[in-house]
């Protein structure tokens, strides 16, 4: 029985095509990328995963009938193409394809919606609308192949590390950290709401004798922002840990970075320099900026803000602009920190929660947690939030809760530092935000 393709099988990926494979004959698939015909000669660009290959047509080597089938080609179709290598100084990689059969797989209709090439270019909801086609855009696709990588090697880091990867509820009944930013549904005949984080499930997960875990997945936030930095669902990757405090846990984050760094910057050589970007290693350990100090130096460049205050956008970029690569913020204020972060013994005002910085932006929120029952139900209290919601967690504060501290890094806003871009829908593959649900 033949199947859909027959006989034909990609034999490599453009990226593996090079001199040592001159006169060898080879298939390959991928997308018209562009065609240029010169009348006695035409040059097609071939586009798979990993980049491009020029296939040359010269009307004296090629069939009139294969030669006839090249000129019909439309941009974006798909196509396999047999054909024999040969050294070519001006093509890419330094090797063509001289063909001998080519299979149109799938024909492109035309107009195209938007220029995959980056000749004319398109606006980012332009882009989105048409997200099948943006992603095949070299530096698009760079991005995501810099994300997978990342996502890789923070599993390897974990695995290495003796962390436990679990997977907690995206559908709770009550909020994480408080507050009105959840997206609530109908759960039967009742309502729920989608996880704000795994926060509470990692902390049961210490009571539970596991010590060490993570979890990288999607987190849900019904905040109304519509920034460069904000999006109502995005990805977390959250570690918790038992018998650390907040110093041990900003180690463990600042190693996992600079793994990253190196792993990014050995495997994804082309992406980075398709995207123009530099990866350097961070000293270890990143530097420690306390709220206090913060606070002085957002003042001394004319933005006024008072102690207690979270950082507003004005002051995130008075200090990024002071501020370079990745840096904690820590000591931040009690007021303003989540019920469950450990207030600072000699200085209750104050909290162990810290932030990882990047430039300007906050990629990271961690902190030692509150283990003890009855200060818990205390911190719940003073934030205005009923300890009976909480019912089902504080449990497993009653029957031996160890110290424990953890943090939560949102993957797309790391992806950001690793690529440059400046805007979280870059990336994201369908971005949701309080304008977007579709694709």
């Not at 987190?219 to 109502?232: G, K, P, Q, V």
């Not at 110290?403 to 806003?413: K, T």
Request: hydrophobic share 40%; charged share 30%; net charge negative.
């Amino acid at each position: 029985m033949t199947g859909l393709l027959e006989e034909w099988r990609r034999t490599h990926y453009t990226k593996n095509i090079n001199v040592n494979l001159v006169n060898k004959e080879i298939i390959v698939m991928g997308w018209v990328h562009e065609i240029r015909d010169l009348g006695g000669i035409i040059f097609v660009l071939i586009r798979d995963r990993d980049g491009l290959i020029q296939v040359t047509a010269p009307s004296k080597e090629i069939e009139a009938e294969l030669l006839s089938q090249i000129r019909k080609l439309k941009k974006e179709s798909v196509v396999a193409i047999k054909g024999t290598i040969q050294e070519s100084s001006r093509a890419p990689n330094g090797v063509e394809i001289i063909p001998n059969t080519i299979k149109v797989l799938n024909e492109a209709s035309q107009p195209l919606p938007m220029d995959p090439t980056d000749k004319v270019r398109a606006e980012i909801d332009t882009r989105l609308d048409s997200r099948f086609i943006d992603l095949r855009r070299a530096n698009v696709n760079s991005i995501f192949k810099i994300k997978s990588k990342m996502l890789h090697s923070t599993r390897t880091f974990f695995e290495e590390n003796g962390f436990l990867e679990v997977n907690t509820p995206k559908l709770v009944a009550s909020a994480t950290e408080g507050g009105t930013e959840l997206f609530p549904i109908t759960y039967f005949e009742r309502e729920a709401f989608l996880g704000q984080s795994p926060q509470l499930y990692k902390q049961i997960m210490m009571s539970g004798g596991f010590d060490k875990v993570y979890e990288i997945a999607q987190i849900f936030r019904a905040e109304e922002h519509d920034t460069l930095r904000h999006l109502n669902e995005a990805i977390s990757i959250d570690m918790e840990a038992s018998f650390i405090d907040d110093i041990d846990a900003m180690d463990t984050l600042e190693k996992l970075v600079n793994k990253v760094i190196v792993d990014v910057t050995v495997d994804c050589k082309d992406s980075l320099k398709t995207l123009d970007k530099e990866l350097l290693l961070c000293e270890c350990p990143f530097e420690r900026l306390d709220y206090d100090d913060a606070i002085d130096m957002i003042n001394s460049k004319g933005v006024e803000i008072e102690w207690g205050e979270d950082l507003s956008r004005a002051a995130e970029k008075a200090l990024g602009g002071m501020m370079e690569g990745y840096y904690f913020l820590t000591g931040w204020p009690t007021e303003i920190k989540p019920f469950y972060v450990m207030p600072n013994k000699k200085h209750p005002e104050k909290s162990h929660a810290f932030d990882l910085m990047y430039k300007d932006i906050e990629i990271s929120s961690g902190a030692m947690r509150i283990h003890q029952h009855e200060m818990l139900v205390e911190k719940i209290t003073e934030k205005g939030l009923n300890p009976d919601s909480f019912d089902s967690y504080l449990k497993a504060f009653d029957y031996g809760m160890p110290p424990h501290s953890g943090w939560g890094l949102g993957a797309d806003r790391f992806t950001m530092s690793l690529t440059g871009v400046n805007n979280i829908r870059e990336t994201v593959l369908f971005p949701r935000d309080r304008r977007r649900l579709t694709p």
